[in-house]
């Protein structure tokens, strides 16, 4: 029996020795567990090791881009694109004219039109964008306009653009008209945007519950010349000049009468689409040229009308 103690703790060592020497442990060999010898690798830890959070996405915000889109239309999922490109999300505070005209402060939250033309494939061959609602409302835009600078002017109130702050383009996931600091609110696709200078009036580019997007590679050319009444040519001192376009509701005019030319901040003639007697006529009281821009979403501006009146 001795013997066989003795037989039984010889095998025993001779185990614990091989052991030892293989460098095994009783975790077993490859063990990912341990460091390995002669290495600063750690252990992995159960949330380095856990495989990463794949964007859910509720369906409810997809758009259609369409048009002059390579390989055809292309459905993008705006929840997945922001989730998955954070530099594609904007949030903040947007000022805001309307066509009565009055101003309005705005919040919104979603994502940039930019990254959403470049996420469909379009965005260095587009020359316009035609965005449409599901209620027929649509609006067009430039290039230019699109990939403009646009602002929010927190001194709105006071036409002052100090203090102005980033207010691009997006398609709003969230947006209130509650004010420029209120919480926005979940909303159906909408396209929101700042103003390229504090006169612009914004607002009717809103377009609510976005169904389609169209984008064109063909240039949209000029906004018409605008025009005047009476004609140029002779007029008594004193009478007055109504300026005229055949899309005043949609393009504004600009004009000056000292010689300069006009530009986005001089005299707005049609700042009402609702008040007729905003739309002041021009007084004419002795030799005059009217010169006049036209400005608008969907073209590029006109080029500049000379209207010379000859006091009698």
């Known amino acids: 029996m001795k013997k066989r103690y003795t037989a039984a703790a010889l095998c025993l060592l001779m185990i614990l020795v091989l052991l030892a020497f293989c460098g095994c442990s009783a975790n077993g060999p490859g063990d990912s567990g341990a460091a390995q010898p002669g290495t600063d690798e750690q252990p992995a830890s159960p949330e380095d090791t856990a495989p990463p959070e794949v964007p859910v996405s509720s369906g409810e915000h997809i758009v259609t881009v369409t048009g002059d889109v390579p390989g055809g239309d292309k459905e993008i999922d705006l929840e997945l694109l922001a989730a998955g490109d954070k530099d594609s999300v904007f ?92 919480e926005p609110e979940p909303v159906r ?21 976005i169904a389609e997007i169209e984008v064109s590679n063909e240039d949209p050319g000029k906004w018409e010349p605008a025009g005047a009444f009476p004609a140029p040519g002779a007029i008594e001192a004193g009478e007055t000049v109504k300026l005229q376009h055949t899309y005043s509701g949609l393009a504004k005019l600009y004009y000056t009468t000292d010689g300069t030319e006009p530009t986005p901040y001089s005299t707005m003639y049609n700042p009402s689409t609702y008040q007729p007697e905003v739309n002041v006529p021009i007084t004419v009281t002795e030799d005059v040229t009217i010169r006049v821009l036209v400005r608008g979403y969907g073209k590029h501006d006109s080029d500049i009308s000379e209207l010379t009146f000859s006091v009698a």
């Open 91 to 182: 949030a903040g505070s947007y000022s805001a004219i309307n066509n009565w005209p009055s101003k309005k402060f705005c919040s919104a939250s979603g994502v940039r039109m930019e990254a959403v033309l470049r996420e469909a494939g379009v965005l260095d061959g587009f020359k316009k964008v035609t965005v449409y609602s599901s209620d027929g409302y649509y609006m067009s835009f430039t290039r230019e306009q699109v990939l403009c600078e646009r602002h929010y002017y927190p001194n709105l109130e006071n036409d002052d653009e100090s203090g102005a702050l980033e207010a691009p383009m997006i398609i709003a996931l969230a947006y209130t008209s509650r004010g420029a600091d209120a």
């Open 189 to 209: 696709a909408q396209l929101v945007l700042g103003q390229e200078d504090v006169f612009e009036h914004n607002t009717p580019a809103f377009v609510e519950d």
